[in-house]
C-alpha cells in the first residue's frame, strides 16, 4: 500500500515539474510545440561561447541535422545524419530551389547526452543507405525531431520510415511509410527532405505525411507499432509538424496545410475541420491557446496568420483568404511566418519571419501590437523561438540569438552569438538553453 502511495505521488511531482517546464521538454519545442519554459528558474539571457559565461557544457555532435534537442529528466536526446563529404547546409536568403547532389550512403544515429554534463551516454545506429529521397541545399537527412514519452524515443529517420528505440538505444521496431518526396509541388524534380516529426500521445504516435502522391495523416501505437489508422489527404507536400489539442470531450490532431489545413479525430481519424488557402508551402506547427489553434503559412501570394477556435466544424473556408468568419476568430492575410513556429507567451502572440521581422499580436483579438526587425537585415531566420514567459530567444541562422522582452513594447535586452550557424530549434529544461548550432550542442544556465 505505503509503495502504491509513493508511486502516486513520485507521478503527481513529475506532472507538477513537466506543467512548469522545468524537465522535460518531449518533442520539437515542447509540449504542444508550445516553446514554453515557465519554470521558477529563469533562462540566461547573456552567455559568452568565447570565454565560457554562463556556458554549461559544449558536446561535439557528429554529422548535420536540423532535429532539435529533446530532453526527459536527466537524459537528451538528439538524431543526426552521418556520411563521407557531407556538404554543410547553405544558409541565408535565397531562391535557389534545386537540390543537394549526394549520392553517398547515410548513417542516421541517435544519441543520448547527460542534461547535466553533455557526456555522450550512448550513439545508436539506427540505418544505412542511401537516401530515397534528396534534400534541399539548406536542409539535412536530418530535419526531423524526436519524441519520447520517457520509456521509448520515436525519430522519422527523413524518407527511410519511423524508428522506435527504448533508452538504452536499443531499436525496438520500424515502419517503412514509403518513399516521403517531400518536394516542391511546381518542380518535383526539386527534392527538398521530409521534415515534418512525430508526435507522442496517449502511448500511440502520430505521423503528418504530406508528399506528391498518396499524403496521409496516420496514428501508431508506441509498443509496437501497430498502424492504428491512416487517413488520406489530399495536399502537396508540407513539412509542418501536427500538434494534439483537446476541445471539449474531442482529443484533435491539428495539422498546418495549403489545400487542407485541419483537424481530425485522433481516435478515429475522422477529419472535423477543414480549410483551403494560404501559402503553398506550409512549415510552422499549429500552437494552442485560449480556446484557439493558431495557424500561419507564408509562400506564395497569401501568408495568413489566423486565430480559430478548437471547436470549428466541418469545412470552414471563407469566400476570401483575408475574412474570418464563425470558425476563424481573426486573420492578417499578409503578416504570416515562412519558417518559424508563432510562440504564445500568456495573451501576446509573437511570429518572426524568415527575414528576421519579428510581429507582436494580441492573441485574443488579432490587435497587432508591433512588427519590428531583429539585427541589421540580411540573415536568415529558419529555427523557431523559445520563452521562459520573461523573454523569448529567437536565433538566427548566422548564430546570433536575439533576447527579445515578452511585452507588448519592442525591447531587445541582448544579442548573444553561438559561434557557428544555428537552424534547429533549442529546447529549454530547468533554466537550461540547449542550442543545436552546426557542430555541436551547447548548454547554456546561469549560476544558482
Not at 81 to 100: M, R
Request: some cysteine; charged content about 20%; hydrophobic content about 40%.
Amino acid at each position: 500500500m505505503m509503495r502504491s502511495v509513493l508511486f502516486a505521488l513520485f507521478i503527481a511531482v513529475t506532472a507538477l515539474g513537466n506543467a512548469e517546464g522545468q524537465t522535460n521538454w518531449p518533442q520539437f519545442r515542447g509540449e504542444q510545440a508550445s516553446g514554453s519554459a515557465q519554470g521558477p528558474r529563469a533562462l540566461p539571457t547573456d552567455w559568452s561561447v568565447e570565454t565560457g559565461k554562463n556556458v554549461l557544457w559544449q558536446t561535439p555532435i557528429p554529422g548535420i541535422g536540423h532535429a532539435s534537442p529533446i530532453v526527459w529528466g536527466d537524459r537528451m536526446y538528439v538524431a543526426t545524419a552521418v556520411y563521407p563529404g557531407q556538404e554543410k547546409p547553405k544558409l541565408g536568403l535565397y531562391g535557389d530551389i534545386a537540390s543537394a547532389d549526394e549520392q553517398e550512403a547515410v548513417e542516421w544515429r541517435l544519441l543520448a547526452l547527460d542534461r547535466k554534463s553533455g557526456e555522450i551516454l550512448w550513439n545508436a545506429l539506427g540505418h544505412t543507405a542511401v537516401p530515397r529521397v534528396k534534400r534541399h541545399p539548406k536542409g539535412t537527412h536530418a530535419n526531423s525531431t524526436p519524441a519520447t514519452d520517457g520509456e521509448r524515443i520515436v525519430a522519422v529517420f527523413g524518407s527511410e520510415g519511423l524508428f522506435c528505440f527504448d533508452l538504452q538505444g536499443k531499436l525496438l521496431w520500424k515502419k517503412d511509410l514509403g518513399p516521403m518526396d517531400s518536394a516542391f509541388f511546381q518542380s518535383p524534380t526539386a527534392q527538398w527532405g521530409f521534415a515534418s516529426s512525430p508526435v507522442i500521445h496517449e502511448g500511440k504516435v502520430a505521423v503528418l505525411c504530406d508528399v506528391l502522391t498518396d499524403s496521409f495523416l496516420a496514428v501508431y501505437d508506441l509498443a509496437d507499432g501497430r498502424e492504428l489508422w491512416r487517413t488520406p489527404r489530399n495536399d502537396v507536400p508540407t513539412w509542418s509538424t501536427p500538434t494534439v489539442a483537446k476541445s471539449g470531450e474531442r482529443t484533435l490532431i491539428l495539422v498546418n496545410g495549403w489545400k487542407h489545413t485541419g483537424a481530425y479525430d485522433f481516435t478515429t481519424g475522422n477529419e472535423v475541420w477543414r480549410l483551403n488557402g494560404g501559402g503553398d508551402i506550409p512549415v510552422p506547427t499549429p500552437i494552442v491557446g485560449h480556446g484557439f489553434g493558431f495557424f500561419t503559412s507564408a509562400h506564395g501570394r497569401f501568408r495568413p496568420m489566423r486565430a480559430i477556435r478548437l471547436d470549428a466544424t466541418g469545412d470552414i473556408t471563407p469566400p476570401d483568404v483575408a475574412q474570418a468568419n464563425e470558425a476563424i476568430t481573426w486573420v492578417h492575410a499578409r503578416q504570416g511566418n515562412y519558417m518559424q513556429t508563432p510562440i504564445l507567451t500568456g495573451e501576446l502572440l509573437f511570429a518572426c519571419s524568415d527575414n528576421g521581422i519579428l510581429t507582436c499580436f494580441d492573441a485574443k483579438s488579432g490587435a497587432i501590437k508591433y512588427s519590428e526587425r531583429l539585427g541589421k537585415g540580411g540573415q536568415g531566420f529558419t529555427a523557431s523561438p523559445v520563452s521562459d514567459g520573461r523573454h523569448l530567444f529567437v536565433a538566427g541562422e548566422s548564430g546570433q540569438v536575439f533576447v527579445v522582452e515578452v511585452s507588448e513594447k519592442f525591447s531587445v535586452k541582448a544579442v548573444n552569438e553561438l559561434g557557428e550557424p544555428c537552424m534547429a530549434t533549442p529546447a529549454a529544461s530547468d533554466g537550461t538553453l540547449f542550442f543545436r548550432t552546426q557542430g555541436r550542442i551547447i548548454a547554456l544556465r546561469s549560476p544558482e
